[in-house]
């Protein structure tokens, strides 16, 4: 059974400051990686894809990858009250499925 | 503009009564689509793959007799919760069955079911 595994926090940040979101799987074959951000209510939104290690930056959001260690983070800078939301860490579990984690809930505070 | 629409948004309904959620493809032809299952507070569970023209594939643990998948063309796809239960209550999703080149996958708006 492949599993995605994610603190459930909530993780609370004051605005302006870094957030960091960790996330694990237990497929070592997994090639593909993503973060998605889902508000209360609504379906996710995808933030982030990332297939290769290392770092890939999209204007506030970094995602780094370490495919040895099998864990996925993704940074937040410059946190605004906006990016309070649960953060969903999914790893391709081939076919197009995606294998989601329980989601990290984020809260930025004035 | 939107890619999936799914409706209704959200039903209530009695239990022992039988309720359907319909997922469309605005824009592309989804010979494949998928629906997940998300409790208060945990993850999106994949429930089944849906083939058009085909029965749908279900994830371990679903039961298709309860979760009845008709996919019967290439932008329609309904899910119909068979005298449902107040533990069937959650946000069901459905997803079209391709990804663009960035990954993303094209999701439905949701669809709320709370049984009562």
């Known amino acids: 059974q492949k599993e995605v595994e994610q603190n459930s926090g909530p993780l609370s940040v004051p605005e302006g400051a870094i957030a960091s979101l960790n996330c694990t799987y237990s497929d070592r074959g997994s090639q593909s990686f993503f973060w998605y951000r889902q508000y209360s209510g609504k379906s996710p939104e995808l933030i982030m894809s990332?297939?290769?290690?290392g770092d890939k930056e999209d204007g506030r959001f970094t995602a780094q990858l370490n495919k040895a260690s099998q864990y996925v983070s993704l940074l937040i800078r410059d946190s605004q009250p906006s990016d309070s939301a649960t953060y969903l860490c999914a790893v391709d579990g081939g076919y197009n499925k995606l294998i989601f984690g329980a989601g990290t809930r984020l809260a930025v505070h004035p | 503009g939107a890619v999936v629409s799914q409706h209704p948004s959200w039903v209530i309904c009695k239990s022992g009564t039988s309720v359907k959620i319909e997922c469309r493809s605005l824009?592309?032809?989804?010979?494949?689509m998928f629906w997940y299952r998300q409790f208060p507070k945990q993850s999106l569970m994949l429930m089944a793959t849906?083939?058009?023209?085909?029965?749908?594939?279900?994830e371990q643990g679903v039961e298709k007799d309860k979760f009845l998948i008709n996919h019967a063309s290439l932008t329609l796809s309904t899910l119909t919760v068979t005298s449902a239960h107040p533990e069937d209550s959650s946000f069901y999703i459905c997803s079209l069955g391709g990804r663009t080149n960035t990954g993303e996958l094209f999701f439905g708006e949701g669809s709320r079911l709370t049984v009562l």
């Open positions: 990332i297939y290769s290690n």
């Open positions: 849906s083939n058009e023209g085909s029965k749908a594939t279900y």
């Open positions: 824009d592309f032809q989804a010979t494949t």
